[in-house]
């Protein structure tokens, strides 16, 4: 596609200043594509005029044709990441002019922190045109904080490690005294903010004892002094009840000091409460952060820590009469449980004496009680019968006495003549006995002959080398069997 230069040449052309003769009946060399052949860079024909888009094209080259520019610039406008593009869309400005600026994706995603509305930004980038539009935008292929951008990114690098160590905890706060009597202040000597101090304590209360120990609040140097009027008022001797670290307003860069990371340190390792009032209500100081109570100015800081001497009266008055209040409802409700209590008292005890009462009289209506002699006359009456009674069952004890000892005599003598026949029978079985006795046998000069099975009746019983044992009258003889022999043996032989 041809294209124009800034000079109004045609892309490719011979000369700087020449223009090819298709198209045109005539007029003077050199002129501009708008320029007619009558009048010379003043009128124009229809086929020397340029398109919208010939314009644009124009105007985009001229754009494409400039280097990489480095912008500074405040953002403002801000929109992204574009929820379906991932691409940003805002607006960069100074004093006197602004321009649409646009951010990929790509780049956006490798940021190191995010942009918004009223931070100085340095962008490095192109211009380029839209050309469906016609819109010139500058995109943005790298940017970095700049100015007082910069110093907030490092201001907030550091709150962010302070308070991931635990400095901005409320747990780690101490509270500050509601009624101070020793205030020390840490501030400039010189300025106006000692004097607001001084004016606004003896205003509200002048019984506040205000010790003023001088540093530098701005400048080189400023936060080692601050640290150090921070040792000597928590030094001071009796201790104050708390330390005011005030100054006045400025811009960011004079309140930078308070944003220094020993300071700050020192304000959250002070062993009395801080409270700080540094600039104005919008000022936020990493100081405010870790100290004990944050107010927004140097004024508020001292009317904190002294309740106004009205405010005081108005808040006993109140607390006067909210315990009065209080004590009166609390009496009340104690009379009015005490007559409960009372009442409840009273019906439990006549429940219980009538109960006594009732067991009092049925006690009494008893035959033992009312009439303690009647009994002993029933017991007596009782007891006489039983003795007669007595009496009468042992009547006949001596009837029966003597026919029982007339049935033992009978008895006895039946006894001993059925023993005495019995022992003479007795006697005659036991003679018997003893004559057929084997002992009287064995006396007379017999022997009882014992074998292996027992008493040996027959010579047969026995067998040479048998054992045999002879039972005598006075003992057993042991011996073995050397010879049998029988009778009938004998006999032969005798024969």
Request: with cysteine.
């Amino acid at each position: 596609m041809e294209g124009w230069n800034l000079t109004g040449a045609r892309a490719g052309s011979s000369a700087a200043g020449q223009r090819p003769s298709a198209r045109r009946s005539g007029g003077s060399q050199g002129g501009f594509p708008w320029e007619g052949p009558d009048t010379p860079a003043a009128a124009s024909r229809d086929d020397d005029a340029l398109s919208v888009s010939q314009a644009v094209e124009l105007a985009a080259g001229a754009l494409d044709a400039l280097p990489t520019l480095t912008v500074i610039g405040e953002v403002t406008g801000f929109r992204g990441p574009n929820a379906r593009s991932g691409h940003c869309y805002f607006q960069i400005k100074d004093d006197g002019a602004a321009v649409d600026c646009i951010i990929w994706r790509g780049v956006y995603g490798k940021r190191s922190f995010d942009l918004r509305d009223g931070m100085q930004v340095q962008f490095t980038g192109n211009f380029n045109l839209y050309k469906p539009t016609g819109r010139m935008s500058f995109v943005a292929k790298t940017f970095s904080l700049a100015g007082e951008g910069l110093l907030r990114q490092q201001v907030a690098a550091l709150a962010e490690k302070l308070r991931r160590e635990g400095l901005m905890d409320e747990a780690r706060k101490r509270p500050i005294p509601a009624f101070c009597t020793r205030v020390a202040v840490v501030t400039s000597l010189s300025g106006a903010v000692i004097d607001d101090v001084k004016r606004t304590l003896r205003r509200r209360n002048p019984l506040v004892e205000l010790v003023c120990v001088g540093a530098k609040v701005q400048g080189e140097g400023a936060p080692a002094e601050l640290i150090s009027g921070l040792g000597r008022a928590a030094a001071i001797m009796p201790a104050p009840d708390c330390i005011l670290l005030v100054r006045g307003g400025g811009s960011y860069e004079d309140l930078m000091t308070f944003n220094d990371e020993a300071l700050a340190r020192a304000v959250a390792s002070c062993p009395v409460p801080v409270v700080t009032g540094i600039g104005h209500e919008p000022d936020t100081s990493i100081c405010d952060m870790v100290s004990d109570r944050r107010c927004s100015t140097p004024t508020a800081a001292a009317e904190s820590v002294a309740p106004a001497m009205s405010d005081l009266a108005d808040l006993l008055s109140s607390r006067g009469h909210r315990l009065a209040l209080a004590a009166s409802s609390r009496v009340e409700g104690a009379r009015v449980q005490i007559e409960g209590l009372d009442g409840r008292i009273s019906n439990a005890m006549a429940s219980r004496l009538k109960g006594l009462g009732a067991a009092l009289d049925a006690a009494a209506s008893r035959p033992c009680l009312k009439s303690p002699q009647a009994i002993v006359e029933r017991r007596r009456a009782e007891l006489a019968q039983t003795a007669d009674r007595l009496s009468a069952s042992t009547s006949g004890f001596e009837v029966r006495g003597h026919a029982l000892a007339l049935a033992s005599e009978r008895l006895a003598n039946q006894g001993r003549g059925l023993v005495r026949a019995r022992s003479a029978e007795l006697a005659s079985s036991a003679a018997s006995l003893e004559a057929l006795s084997p002992l009287k046998v064995l006396a007379r000069g017999y022997a009882i002959a014992y074998g292996e099975s027992g008493v040996a009746t027959r010579a047969a019983s026995f067998a040479p080398g048998a054992p045999v044992r002879v039972r005598m009258a006075d003992g057993d003889v042991y011996g073995s069997v050397t010879k049998v022999e029988m009778l009938d043996a004998r006999a032969s032989r005798h024969e």
